[in-house]
């Protein structure tokens, strides 16, 4: 179940947070955070379907790794209703520099894990993952 290269298990929980983010939009935002001491992914914090992006970005510590997904709603120029899932790797220049390699070497095997991310954001400063980039990159 642990990967090779970082030794990361995923918690059956941050699948089951996702499916139910993906099927019944239960959550706004799921935050994920790597437990060294377990050697997992689990999950951190679910955000309620009523919560804004700002309560999503509020919710990223400013000096600790991250992944989140996030289920952005919009209108397209045509009109229709529209959600995509971003996946986000979060990764702040002020975080250390041994959890910047964990999350990374654990990112693509923990996204293998949850099927359905439609766009793929990694972010260094909160302006790498601003609304208006979320929604530039959702079109």
Known sequence: MANAASGMAVNDDCKLKF?????????????FKIDEKLKQVIVEKVGEPALSYDDFAASLPTNECRY?????????EENCQKSKIFFIAWSPDTSRV???????????????????????????????MGLDVIRGRAN
């Open 68 to 76: 989140a997904i996030y289920d952005f709603d919009f209108v397209t």
């Open 98 to 128: 041994r959890s910047k390699m964990l999350y990374a070497s654990s990112k693509d095997r923990f996204k293998r894990e949850l099927d359905g991310i439609q766009v793929e954001l990694q972010a260094t400063d909160p302006t790498e």
């Open 19 to 31: 499916l139910e983010l993906k099927a019944k939009r239960t959550y706004r935002f799921i935050v």
